[in-house]
């Protein structure tokens, strides 16, 4: 701050071997070739090295495959190190370090010692502690719906009740009494042909979000698998927000395309695609395959590869086509309603496993049908879902929040600082979380107002592209954040973080025991510490008896590398373990899980 935000570099302890050896070799070297990763940090790098060498005569090149045909494009076309892209890196990380050492501090005099803040994580928090919120907050409302099984010529299917709100069971009953001696008559029968366009090619985000889905892969995960087949030359770079594809590529998959299916399958025209991102470069691409045919690979890298593959080729193909019916049935005077789908033409959905569409039987106008049974049903409204690392990315990207190089970061650092916890795919805010949360609310809202984080991205983006100089963007934000500080380390109040009480009781004193953070993770203490120090280690029951001694009950445990499994609380008696989350009433025989 003293010299108006430029940071002071040196070299990492350790590494004054590693650098000597740099310089050595730049030495020797006719030629200096710095081909570091094609984006913000990739260029950092670059201008780290130049530094560090010392030698002005350089080529910087970049390209977005490790291939042949890539490295000899982007020899062809050297370049300089692109300065705002270096300035909008350093920008980015002056400012998170600018709000997490001026914030951390704060928090262990009002909340408690160790504890950190981000700029961008808190943000992530706070989506995760309101979402939690709302869930409390909800009640759930009673409702009821109504089906009709009819018959017409030899057929059934179901339609379902509509404009017609039952909030009861007894209003339920009184509608399944009256409708049992009405006429159903067929008033309008509709069809029309409807299209479904494939999805865009992956971006990080998006495949993040896919293989969380699929796969229940982490986002960190994900891009360790992804970066092992970019540095493999099977991929192209996997840290994008584009939806582009070059023209080479596109020109190729739909050769495949008809080679692999027919020409009907090719669309007249190729498919393109919008980027939604404001920052996403022309000449940044999306996630695609370098090649097509048999590859050999790990379990997991295949899986990867084979989904940025189809969804690749997906993005290239024809159309499905549906035929879809909708038939309005009058029942007195309330109306049903039954809907049809049949595929015409599979298109792209060709590469893809599909759900049978739901046929209906040829009707027609006025025509009576037979009234089979009536089906009420009882529902509740349900509150908005838990968050999952796929939909939090959604959300984040949504909001403008985070780019791909942070998405996967983001999700490790709340969960690894104790502020968010995953139980069953789902992230929830700890207590910890809360209370740092709402801290942060009650005195910096501003900082963790969803439009200001997203601004600051854009304004990131603006240094990016050579539209601003990054110190401004600096000062401005931390002028008003300076004072701020200073007013809220004097007057705000100090911030409980609520104990959670556990069923356990302490085996020594008999007090209850609570739930405590430490470094590795929640546990149990005593409630009478410092007076009993006794401590266990924090089981997670999910109310489901062991599915193989049938005694002890099933419990939540975690690898070393903080992979969740299922257990039995009897080990090491029972050695039961599964990865997925076994269901009461099953039982394990040597060929895996049965019906009891």
């Given at each position: 701050?003293?010299?108006?935000?430029?940071?002071?570099?040196?070299?990492?302890?350790?590494?004054?071997?590693?650098?000597?050896?740099?310089?050595?070799?730049?030495?020797?070297?006719?030629?200096?070739?710095?081909?570091?990763?094609?984006?913000?940090?990739?260029?950092?790098?670059?201008?780290?090295?130049?530094?560090?060498?010392?030698?002005?005569?350089?080529?910087?090149?970049?390209?977005?495959?490790?291939?042949?045909?890539?490295?000899?494009?982007?020899?062809?076309?050297?370049?300089?190190?692109?300065?705002?892209?270096?300035?909008?890196?350093?920008?980015?990380?002056?400012?998170?370090?600018?709000?997490?050492?001026?914030?951390?501090?704060?928090?262990?005099?009002?909340?408690?010692?160790?504890?950190?803040?981000?700029?961008?994580?808190?943000?992530?928090?706070?989506?995760?502690?309101?979402?939690?919120?709302?869930?409390?907050?909800?009640?759930?409302?009673?409702?009821?719906?109504?089906?009709?099984?009819?018959?017409?010529?030899?057929?059934?299917?179901?339609?379902?009740?509509?404009?017609?709100?039952?909030?009861?069971?007894?209003?339920?009953?009184?509608?399944?009494?009256?409708?049992?001696?009405?006429?159903?008559?067929?008033?309008?029968?509709?069809?029309?042909?409807v299209?479904?366009?494939?999805?865009?090619?992956?971006?990080?985000?998006?495949?993040?979000?896919?293989?969380?889905?699929?796969?229940?892969?982490?986002?960190?995960?994900?891009?360790?698998?992804?970066?092992?087949?970019?540095?493999e030359?099977?991929?192209?770079?996997?840290?994008?927000?584009?939806?582009?594809l070059?023209?080479?590529?596109?020109?190729?998959?739909?050769?495949?395309?008809?080679?692999?299916?027919?020409?009907?399958?090719?669309?007249?025209?190729?498919?393109?695609?919008?980027?939604?991102?404001?920052?996403?470069?022309?000449?940044?691409?999306?996630?695609?395959?370098?090649?097509?045919?048999?590859?050999?690979?790990?379990?997991?890298?295949?899986?990867?590869y084979?989904?940025?593959?189809?969804?690749?080729?997906?993005s290239?193909?024809?159309?499905?086509?549906?035929?879809?019916?909708?038939?309005?049935?009058?029942?007195?005077?309330?109306?049903?309603?039954?809907?049809?789908?049949?595929?015409l033409?599979?298109?792209?959905?060709?590469?893809?496993?599909?759900?049978?569409?739901?046929?209906?039987?040829?009707?027609?106008?006025?025509?009576?049908?037979?009234?089979?049974?009536?089906?009420?049903?009882?529902?509740?409204t349900?509150p908005?879902?838990?968050?999952?690392?796929?939909?939090?990315i959604?959300?984040?990207?949504?909001?403008?929040?985070?780019?791909?190089?942070?998405?996967?970061?983001?999700?490790?650092?709340?969960?690894?600082?104790?502020?968010?916890?995953?139980?069953?795919?789902?992230?929830?805010?700890?207590?910890?979380g809360?209370?740092?949360?709402?801290?942060?609310?009650?005195n910096?809202?501003?900082?963790?107002?969803?439009?200001?984080?997203?601004?600051?991205?854009?304004?990131?983006?603006?240094?990016?592209?050579?539209?601003?100089?990054?110190?401004?963007?600096?000062?401005?934000?931390?002028?008003?954040?300076?004072?701020?500080?200073?007013?809220?380390?004097?007057?705000?109040?100090?911030?409980?973080?609520?104990?959670?009480?556990?069923?356990?009781?302490?085996?020594?004193?008999?007090?209850?025991?609570?739930?405590?953070?430490g470094?590795?993770?929640?546990?149990?203490?005593?409630?009478?510490f410092?007076?009993?120090?006794?401590?266990?280690?924090?089981?997670?029951?999910?109310?489901?008896?062991?599915?193989?001694?049938?005694?002890?009950?099933?419990?939540?445990?975690?690898?070393?590398?903080?992979?969740?499994?299922?257990?039995?609380?009897?080990?090491?008696?029972?050695?039961?373990?599964?990865?997925?989350?076994?269901?009461?009433?099953?039982?394990?025989?040597?060929?895996?899980?049965?019906?009891?």
């Open positions: 701050m003293e010299k108006n935000f430029t940071p002071d570099y040196g070299i990492s302890k350790g590494k004054e071997e590693k650098v000597k050896e740099l310089k050595d070799l730049a030495e020797k070297a006719k030629t200096i070739i710095l081909a570091t990763d094609p984006d913000r940090e990739g260029e950092a790098i670059s201008w780290h090295i130049a530094a560090i060498i010392g030698k002005k005569d350089y080529q910087r090149i970049t390209f977005h495959e490790i291939t042949e045909t890539a490295i000899k494009e982007a020899l062809k076309n050297p370049a300089k190190i692109n300065m705002a892209l270096v300035d909008a890196q350093q920008a980015r990380r002056i400012l998170d370090r600018l709000v997490g050492y001026k914030l951390s501090p704060i928090l262990w005099r009002k909340v408690r010692r160790g504890l950190s803040a981000g700029r961008v994580q808190s943000v992530a928090v706070r989506l995760i502690a309101e979402r939690e919120k709302e869930i409390k907050a909800f009640i759930p409302v009673e409702y009821w719906e109504l089906e009709a099984k009819l018959g017409a010529e030899g057929a059934e299917f179901v339609a379902k009740l509509i404009k017609t709100e039952i909030k009861t069971k007894d209003e339920a009953d009184n509608l399944v009494q009256n409708l049992n001696g009405a006429d159903f008559k067929v008033r309008e029968v509709t069809t029309k042909e299209r479904r366009s494939p999805s865009p090619p992956f971006t990080t985000s998006t495949l993040q979000q896919a293989a969380s889905n699929l796969f229940g892969w982490t986002a960190k995960r994900t891009m360790q698998i992804a970066q092992n087949l970019y540095e030359g099977l991929i192209t770079y996997h840290r994008t927000d584009s939806t582009n070059a023209t080479e590529a596109i020109t190729q998959v739909r050769e495949y395309i008809k080679s692999q299916f027919t020409e009907k399958y090719v669309p007249a025209t190729p498919n393109l695609y919008r980027t939604k991102s404001k920052v996403a470069q022309e000449a940044h691409e999306a996630i695609r395959p370098t090649g097509f045919g048999e590859i050999s690979l790990e379990r997991d890298q295949k899986r990867l084979e989904l940025i593959s189809k969804r690749f080729m997906a290239q193909m024809a159309d499905a086509i549906y035929e879809q019916t909708s038939v309005d049935i009058t029942a007195g005077d309330y109306i049903f309603r039954a809907n049809g789908l049949n595929i033409f599979d298109g792209w959905q060709k590469l893809f496993e599909r759900e049978p569409g739901e046929t209906l039987p040829r009707l027609s106008k006025d025509e009576v049908l037979k009234l089979l049974q009536l089906l009420p049903s009882q529902h509740f349900q908005p879902p838990r968050y999952t690392e796929a939909s939090l959604k959300a984040l990207e949504e909001y403008g929040i985070g780019r791909p190089s942070t998405y996967a970061p983001i999700i490790s650092t709340i969960q690894e600082r104790q502020y968010v916890e995953k139980e069953d795919k789902k992230l929830m805010p700890t207590a910890l809360i209370a740092v949360n709402e801290f942060l609310m009650d910096f809202a501003n900082i963790l107002d969803y439009q200001f984080t997203a601004n600051m991205e854009n304004g990131l983006d603006d240094i990016a592209n050579g539209e601003k100089e990054w110190v401004p963007v600096i000062r401005d934000f931390y002028t008003p954040f300076e004072a701020q500080l200073k007013t809220v380390g004097d007057t705000a109040q100090r911030v409980k973080v609520e104990t959670e009480i556990s069923d356990e009781i302490c085996t020594k004193c008999g007090s209850p025991m609570l739930v405590r953070i470094r590795f993770g929640k546990f149990l203490a005593c409630s009478k410092p007076d009993c120090k006794t401590t266990k280690s924090l089981i997670k029951r999910i109310e489901v008896k062991c599915p193989k001694c049938q005694t002890g009950d099933v419990i939540i445990k975690k690898t070393k590398s903080k992979k969740t499994f299922y257990g039995c609380s009897n080990y090491p008696n029972c050695d039961f373990a599964s990865w997925t989350k076994p269901k009461d009433g099953l039982l394990t025989t040597d060929s895996g899980l049965q019906k009891k």
